[in-house]
Nanobody, 118 residues
């Protein structure tokens, strides 16, 4: 049974920071690649970042590279997304995801809202 529970979203001003957390079950946490995606109003869900269990390889969308950092707390089975220098276009529902298939994922959390305002 896959469990992915996001938290940490909220309202932040332009240029501010937020850290999102994704609490996963142990099996899913160790399954390989975990990621973050987001969906803005009226837009398709898009890839944000991913991190692999083996090799600790990370990948970022061009729009967030240099501003966002994905990481893991292995003791807590938790995936993080540190978001800095936030922009209005970062406003979206952010989803933790597991079990990648092609450019998508098989399993998703419920999402957490991030709103960036002036």
């Amino acid at each position: 049974q896959v469990q992915l529970v996001e938290s940490g979203g909220g309202l932040v001003q332009v240029g501010g920071s937020l850290r999102l957390s994704c609490a996963a079950d142990g099996r899913t946490f160790r399954s390989g690649v975990l990621g973050w995606c987001r969906q803005a109003p009226g837009k398709e869900r898009e890839f944000v970042a991913s991190n692999s269990w083996i090799g600790n390889t990370t990948s970022y969308a061009d729009s967030v590279r240099g501003r966002f950092t994905i990481s893991r707390d292995y003791a807590k089975n938790t995936l993080y997304l540190q978001m800095n220098s936030l922009r209005p276009e970062d406003t979206a529902v952010y989803y933790c995801a597991a079990y990648p298939v092609g450019n998508n994922f098989e399993h998703w959390g419920q999402g957490t809202q991030v709103t960036v305002s002036s």
